[in-house]
Each structure stands twice: as structure tokens, then as C-alpha cells.
């Protein structure tokens, strides 16, 4: 399985839609109500995730998994529990689909942040099998979602991979999220507020229903973070944390099922891809650098289109970042320091043939997306570049 391309785009004739996991179970001690429905699912359960998210998640997991659900009398499940390494790699996943193989699993339990869901989705996938995916942060959607990143073994973003279904179950349990560091939460506000940033240039204009639903929807998703983040962040646990998690991770992710690829991912996610092929760049989340990949859309659209609506909005982000703590340049990216030919570097990988950067209503070149990453905080009207 060797692909290359930095992104694989969906055709908008598909007659079939992946919107939603069959089931969802949300809510405070969420997972140790779950064992029914884990066991729906099959008797010799994989259990895929980091080495550290698999620690935290095993007081959470361990009751259900030995049937000691109060009052079930359930057998335990037959599990076996792997750590996936360090990236959703193809490397990665020939070991994942090995230990599949020889534990006899007849389904997989995805635990932890986004590249280990990516991992465990995409095995299930490739298996055939049914899977349970559980979050052990708010960082992102993956839980989700009916795709799969996948990376080097050095962490470079090489291609997505469309999935036939989303998972078959989703466990959101508030009290395993609040064990995350408050830095992923913060982290996940960014990646789920670009889907308005992103889906209405690439789809503002589109007549299509489910399409104008995904867009209309991911105005609703902005509006509720820029209202309610700060407050979340202030009160972890609070019935506003729960409702910032529930946007970040459910409704974040019903936003690119409704309305597909053109309403996920453009300029910002192109501009995080190009990103993770520095290495000094993997210190930091996916959604610190999806929420500046958003800055620096914008400021293309200031610079290339005299977009005014746009500066608006890279004025306002900027105040948001400010309050709640995400990054709004290469500086505070941690990228300060980077070299001329690593930041070319970057700003080719985001402008590949096959980039969804290509997605803007308006052609850029590496050039241009150069001037836009280095000058997100510019004054509004300054550095403006011609077509």
C-alpha cells in the first residue's frame, strides 16, 4: 500500500454519504455503561492505542472488558491490547494488522487522540472488522470520522484514506477527556472552528442541500466556540465544557460527513500537511497548527483578492487565539527559527498538484503562501501581492 499524493479528494457524484458512527454514547461515566454495547460488537476485541493513552484508559476500560458491569453477569471479553507507535504509518499498520491476525480479533477498540483512532480505523477497515472508537482527548474529530491520515515514520502527512463506513460505535466519556492535558481541548477548538473558515470559501456558494446544510451547520460550530470556549476552558468538567467538547469532537465531525471533502479540509489543513514535513513542527497538536493553517488562509484571501470580509475575520481570530491560547505565527509555533528553504519547503508540499489548497476559489502559488505564513498578525491592508 505506497501512495504518495498529500491528499485523495472525493468525488461529489458519490451516491453514498458516511455521515455518523451507529451508535454514540456521550456522557460522564459514559464507558462503564458501555459494556452492551462493546459486546455487540464481538467477543475478541484489539485494543489499539498510544502506550500512554492505553494507561489512562485501562482503569476506565478494564471493568467493562471483564464483564464487571454491575448487574450483567457478562463473560469477559477476550482482548488483547497493542500500542500502534508513534505516527498512523504504513509501517505501523502491517504490525497492527499482524497482532489482528493472531489474536483472532473480530473487532477493534480505537483508544486515544487522533493518530491512534486514525490507526485503529484504518485497520478495522482493512480487516473488515467492526470498530469501537473512544477518545481520550478533544483534540479532534477522528473519533468520528470515516477517514484516516497517514504519515511517515518520521511524521510527514503522505495521503488520507476514505473509509467505506464511520465506526460502528463512538464512547465520549467526559471524566476519561478531562484527564487530557487542557492544552488538547484548546488544540481541538482549532481544528473544529476551521470547518467555517474552510467549507464556506470551497462551498459557500453551493446550491446543494446536504452541502448548504454542512456549511450553515459550520457557522452554528463557530458561533458555539467563540461563545462559549473561553468559559469551557475556565471551568473543565462544567456543563459549557461538556457542550465545547460535544462540538469539537460529534459535531465537528457530522460536518464533514454531511458535506464531504470540500467542506473538511482547504488552505489550513493544506498549510498543517506542508508543516509536518519539518521537524521542528512536531512538537506541536494538529489543531495548533490547522488554527494557524486558518490565519493563513485568510491572508491569502486579503492578499490575493483585496478580500475585506476576510481581513475581518483573521482580526477577530486573532483576538480568540489571544484568549485562549492558540498559536498565531510560525514564532509561536515554535517555528521562529526556520530556515528560508524549509519554509519554501513547507509552502511546495501545501501547494502539491493534489493539495486541497486548490480547493480556494483563486490559484496560489508557493510564493504567495510564503507572504501569507510569515505575515498572519500584519496590520489589515499591508502586504498585499498580485495575482
Request: proline share 4%; glycine share 8%; net charge negative.
Amino acid at each position: 500500500m505506497t501512495q504518495t499524493s498529500t491528499s485523495t479528494k472525493t468525488d461529489t457524484s458519490i451516491l453514498s454519504l458516511t455521515i455518523a458512527p451507529a451508535c454514540v454514547l456521550r456522557g460522564q461515566n459514559a464507558l462503564a455503561r458501555s459494556r452492551e454495547a462493546i459486546a455487540r460488537l464481538g467477543k475478541r476485541p484489539l485494543i489499539v492505542g498510544g502506550s500512554n493513552s492505553l494507561a489512562i484508559a485501562k482503569p476506565f476500560l478494564q471493568p467493562i472488558l471483564q464483564g464487571a458491569e454491575a448487574g450483567t453477569g457478562a463473560p469477559p471479553l477476550q482482548f488483547a491490547e497493542i500500542a500502534y507507535g508513534t505516527d498512523c504509518s504504513e509501517m505501523s499498520l502491517a504490525n497492527l494488522r499482524e497482532a489482528a491476525a493472531t489474536h483472532e480479533a473480530d473487532f477493534i477498540i480505537g483508544v486515544g487522540g487522533g493518530k491512534a483512532l486514525d490507526a485503529a480505523k484504518l485497520l478495522a477497515y482493512q480487516c473488515q472488522i467492526p470498530i469501537a472508537t473512544i477518545p481520550t482527548s478533544a483534540a479532534t474529530c477522528a473519533a468520528w470520522t470515516a477517514l484516516s491520515n497517514i504519515y511517515s515514520e518520521q511524521g510527514a502527512f503522505q495521503y488520507d484514506v476514505t473509509l467505506a463506513r464511520c465506526p460502528d460505535l463512538l464512547i465520549l466519556d467526559y471524566d476519561l477527556i478531562q484527564t487530557a492535558p487542557q492544552r488538547t481541548l484548546v488544540a481541538g477548538i482549532g481544528d473544529a472552528i476551521a470547518k467555517w473558515y474552510e467549507a464556506s470559501v470551497s462551498s459557500g456558494h453551493s446550491e446543494q442541500t446536504m452541502i448548504v446544510s454542512a456549511v450553515q451547520q459550520a457557522r452554528i460550530l463557530r458561533d458555539i466556540l467563540f461563545q462559549k470556549s473561553a468559559i469551557a476552558l475556565q471551568e473543565p468538567g462544567s456543563e459549557t465544557w461538556q457542550e465545547v467538547t460535544d462540538a469539537v469532537v460529534l459535531l465537528a465531525g457530522v460536518i464533514g460527513g454531511i458535506g464531504g471533502a470540500q467542506c473538511r479540509t482547504v488552505a489550513a489543513h493544506a498549510v498543517h500537511n506542508g508543516l509536518t514535513h519539518l521537524l521542528a513542527s512536531h512538537g506541536t497538536l494538529h489543531g495548533e497548527k490547522v488554527a494557524y493553517g486558518i490565519l493563513v488562509q485568510l491572508r491569502l484571501e486579503e492578499m490575493l483578492q483585496n478580500n475585506q470580509l476576510a481581513a475581518t475575520a483573521r482580526q477577530q481570530l486573532l483576538k480568540f487565539y489571544g484568549e485562549i491560547g492558540l498559536p498565531q505565527t510560525l514564532d509561536s509555533l515554535g517555528l521562529g527559527d526556520i530556515s528560508l528553504t524549509e519554509l519554501q519547503r513547507s509552502a511546495e508540499i501545501a501547494c502539491n498538484p493534489n493539495s486541497d489548497i486548490h480547493r480556494l476559489p483563486f490559484k496560489v502559488v508557493p510564493e504567495q503562501l510564503m507572504a501569507a505564513m510569515v505575515s498572519t498578525t500584519a496590520p489589515v491592508g499591508e502586504l498585499k501581492v498580485k495575482n
